[in-house]
């Protein structure tokens, strides 16, 4: 009886941490949405007392070309056209490079060889984005200027090619991730048919792995959408609006980004319960959809060709 007795409190004593550690781990799954929810709701409400002001409505907001807190002009336009301009330029960059170099890690790279690239991409992603900002600011727009660009000492395209530079490692890593993921006999019927390895790169493991790396590109763009220190720095603070019939002008000047003119509001002498304040919350959830969109998307697209290959 004794011995039967000593396992039941075992087993019941089991089954107690068991049902602790459960709660724990509800508990921090629990928490994150919390803060998600929190979050999102501290945006909607402060957007809406900005929207609240005699000098704002969402229809100036969505609508105007002008983005002038100081003289009553809250269209977010232009923000959000400096912010689109930095997220395809950067993309320019990271993309070809990031997949290039996912290729080569997953196909072509020497086990010895991928263990010190990877790593070393890993490093560069772990650089303080201050850092970027700074060599944006002090060589590369001195660079392209002795090249014979027509830049200003605050440009776009500084910003934009070091945006590009940091995301990369988020492109090449994801990328080969779900390169290696793809089955070796896919490649050895590729091989098998005759293909060389580059036909079998481009023909087989990119198609199959399609879904990862759209994902990987999306999230990259998100990252470059919400990139702040490195815009600030060598971006500036002017407010532009793209010009269509002169788009390297746009990338030659100044720009203030969704998150520099964030910054902008905060470091500001606005004071605290002024429209230029609270417009840095109208922003900042204008931008959180954005990105939402662009997740929801790339999910989606990701699931579809999911499916496809599996």
Do not use: H
């Amino acid at each position: 009886m004794n011995g039967e007795s000593a396992l039941t409190r075992g087993a019941t004593d089991r089954d107690v941490k068991e049902k602790l550690v459960g709660v724990l781990l509800f508990s921090c799954a629990a928490l994150t949405i919390f803060v998600t929810a929190s979050i999102l709701f501290t945006l909607v409400y402060d957007t809406v007392t900005f929207f609240g002001f005699e000098e704002t409505s969402i229809i100036g907001f969505l609508t105007e070309l002008e983005w002038e807190p100081r003289n009553g002009f809250y269209g977010v336009w232009p923000l959000v056209s400096s912010t689109l301009i930095v997220t395809v330029v950067s993309a320019l960059v990271a993309i070809p490079i990031g997949t290039a170099a996912a290729v080569y890690l997953s196909e072509y790279a020497s086990p010895k060889m991928r263990s010190v690239i990877k790593p070393a991409l890993e490093i560069l992603a772990g650089i303080p984005t201050v850092v970027y900002g700074y060599l944006a600011l002090v060589y590369l727009t001195p660079w392209l200027r002795s090249i014979g660009l027509p830049l200003g000492s605050f440009n776009l395209l500084s910003a934009s090619i070091m945006v590009g530079i940091l995301i990369v490692p988020m492109v090449s890593s994801l990328s080969e991730d779900a390169m290696s993921a793809v089955p070796d006999s896919l490649r050895q019927a590729g091989y098998g048919l005759g293909a060389t390895k580059y036909e079998v790169s481009t023909r087989i493991v990119i198609p199959a792995a399609v879904s990862g790396v759209f994902s990987s590109y999306i999230l990259a763009l998100s990252r470059a959408i919400g990139e702040t220190m490195i815009v600030v720095m060598a971006g500036g603070l002017q407010t532009n609006l793209f010009d269509p019939l002169d788009p390297f002008g746009s990338l030659a000047g100044s720009g203030r980004t969704m998150t520099a003119a964030m910054v902008n509001a905060v470091t500001s002498d606005a004071t605290g319960g002024s429209p230029e304040y609270y417009s840095m919350f109208a922003i900042g959830l204008s931008l959180f959809a954005i990105t939402f969109l662009m997740n929801l998307a790339s999910n989606r697209i990701a699931a579809r060709y999911r499916e496809v290959y599996q």
